[in-house]
């Protein structure tokens, strides 16, 4: 579940070095620490820490991109099943559509390595596939994603959707506003849908990126309660995050 937060990271990293020349083939890497795992608004390590890390290929001259991504992650084992790191590979195409509209289109599989999920009772297989398009404009995007398989477990979910709305305004040279609000539809199981939403902040300080953000959901304490201890995966709270690209 690859963050905004290093979308936003690769980004302010860029804009100090926007006059430099662009290679038509770029590899990157990225890494991070965080105080809490947070994806959709729902804590997947339990309301703790994890580490992250990425890579990324970009074709500049036709837009196509490749990439990979991890986090440790706590919610499968508590869920009772088998696995410890959350892999994302994805792969799909930018472009410009017109001055200042940009696309971006592509498939991403979320792979949760020996889950086993689909041996615990009201499980299916952690394992999902989704489809996402986005449109961005100036500092502003829209992006729905659509699952083609079951979505992280729920059963006889696939088709389930979520729209991401947001912005990462520039407010000085390394200084950004990250603002998002986002709406999960779980196809089947109206009680595990809900609305999450972010208010943050990011600064580039050229060694490392520092990200301070307060994170909410409205999701039901009782469908995103963790199996280990009882507490709500929801919960409005304050999430910092350290990450550099190189």
């Not at 706590?74 to 994302?88: M, P, Q, T, V």
């Given at each position: 579940?690859?963050?905004?937060?290093l979308?936003?990271?690769?980004?302010?990293?860029?804009?100090?070095?926007?006059?430099?020349?662009?290679?038509?083939?770029?590899?990157?890497?990225?890494?991070?620490a965080?105080?809490?795992?947070?994806?959709?608004?729902?804590?997947?390590?339990?309301?703790?820490?994890?580490?992250?890390?990425?890579?990324?290929y970009?074709?500049?001259?036709?837009?196509?991109?490749?990439?990979?991504?991890?986090?440790?992650?706590?919610?499968?084992?508590?869920a009772?099943?088998?696995?410890?790191?959350?892999?994302?590979?994805?792969?799909?195409k930018?472009?410009?559509?017109?001055?200042?509209?940009?696309?971006d289109?592509?498939?991403?599989?979320?792979?949760?390595?020996?889950?086993?999920?689909?041996?615990v009772?009201?499980?299916?297989?952690?394992?999902?596939?989704?489809?996402?398009?986005?449109?961005?404009?100036?500092?502003?995007?829209?992006?729905?994603?659509?699952?083609v398989t079951?979505?992280?477990?729920?059963?006889?979910?696939?088709?389930?959707?979520?729209?991401?709305?947001?912005?990462?305004?520039?407010?000085?040279?390394?200084?950004?506003?990250?603002?998002?609000?986002?709406?999960?539809?779980?196809?089947?199981?109206?009680?595990?849908?809900?609305d999450?939403?972010?208010?943050?902040?990011?600064?580039?300080?050229?060694?490392?990126?520092?990200?301070?953000?307060?994170?909410?959901?409205?999701?039901?304490?009782?469908?995103?309660?963790?199996?280990?201890?009882?507490?709500?995966?929801?919960?409005?709270?304050?999430?910092?995050?350290?990450?550099?690209?190189?």
């Amino acid at each position: 579940m690859k963050k905004l937060i290093l979308a936003v990271a690769a980004m302010t990293s860029g804009f100090a070095y926007a006059d430099a020349p662009v290679p038509d083939n770029q590899v990157s890497f990225n890494a991070a620490a965080t105080s809490d795992y947070r994806y959709r608004g729902i804590s997947q390590t339990r309301l703790n820490p994890a580490l992250q890390g990425g890579v990324d290929y970009t074709n500049n001259q036709t837009g196509l991109y490749v990439g990979a991504w991890a986090s440790t992650i706590k919610w499968i084992k508590d869920a009772g099943g088998d696995s410890n790191i959350e892999l994302d590979i994805y792969g799909g195409k930018r472009g410009n559509i017109s001055d200042g509209l940009t696309y971006d289109v592509g498939v991403l599989t979320y792979v949760y390595a020996g889950n086993d999920m689909g041996r615990v009772t009201g499980f299916a297989n952690a394992n999902t596939t989704e489809l996402y398009g986005q449109l961005s404009y100036g500092p502003a995007y829209i992006k729905y994603s659509s699952s083609v398989t079951n979505l992280f477990g729920f059963v006889d979910s696939k088709n389930s959707g979520y729209l991401d709305l947001g912005a990462n305004v520039t407010l000085s040279e390394g200084l950004t506003l990250n603002l998002h609000a986002g709406h999960q539809t779980v196809e089947n199981n109206s009680a595990s849908s809900y609305d999450d939403w972010k208010l943050g902040i990011t600064k580039d300080f050229g060694v490392v990126i520092a990200a301070v953000a307060v994170i909410g959901t409205n999701a039901d304490k009782s469908a995103y309660a963790s199996p280990a201890n009882g507490k709500f995966m929801g919960k409005n709270a304050l999430v910092a995050t350290l990450s550099k690209t190189f």
